[in-house]
C-alpha cells in the first residue's frame, strides 16, 4: 500500500507520529510536507497528495491541519477525491464504507494522538460497501 501525505504547520507534529507509526507498519509513505512548524499554507500541501491520489501514484492520502477544514476543501477540488474529515473512528470507517472516501483528513488540534491512529487504521482497513451508495458517490463529481 503507498498513502501521499501532508500537513501544514499546525499538522506537522501529528503528521510526523503518523508517519513513523505507518512506517513502522510497513506502508510505503511519500511525504508532501510540510517539514516544520513554520507557517505555511495548506493548499500548498493538499493539492500534491490529492494529485497523488488522483493520479493512482497512492491509494490513499492522509492529510492535517490545525481544524482539518482548510486542507479538506482544497484536497475536495480535485476529481476524483472524495477527502473526508474525520475525528472519530467510526466517522472514518463510514466515510470509507458508505462514501469510498480515498484521502482521510484529521484535525490536528481537536484529536488525540491514539484516536487519530485509530482513525487511520480504521480508514484503511475499511473497505467500500458499493451497493446503494455506488449510484450515490458517482454523483459527487460535477
Not at 480535485?78 to 474525520?86: F, P, Q, S, Y
Amino acid at each position: 500500500m503507498k498513502l501521499a501525505l501532508g500537513a501544514d504547520h499546525a499538522g506537522f507534529s501529528l503528521k510526523e507520529k503518523l508517519k513513523k507509526y505507518l512506517l513502522e507498519k510497513g506502508i510505503e509513505v511519500k511525504d508532501f510536507g510540510c517539514h516544520s512548524e513554520q507557517s505555511v499554507d495548506y493548499p500548498d500541501f493538499a493539492h500534491p497528495v490529492a494529485s497523488a491520489v488522483e493520479k493512482k501514484e497512492s491509494d490513499f492520502g492522509l492529510l492535517m491541519c490545525g481544524s482539518g477544514n482548510g486542507i479538506n476543501m482544497t484536497a475536495n477540488k480535485h476529481a476524483g477525491i472524495r477527502a473526508a474529515l474525520c475525528w472519530s473512528s467510526e466517522i472514518a470507517k463510514l466515510s470509507r464504507q458508505h462514501n469510498d472516501a480515498n484521502i482521510l483528513t484529521l484535525p490536528a488540534r481537536f484529536i488525540e494522538e491514539t484516536e487519530a491512529k485509530k482513525c487511520l487504521d480504521i480508514f484503511l482497513s475499511t473497505p467500500f460497501e458499493g451497493g446503494r451508495h455506488e449510484g450515490r458517490v458517482k454523483k459527487i463529481n460535477c
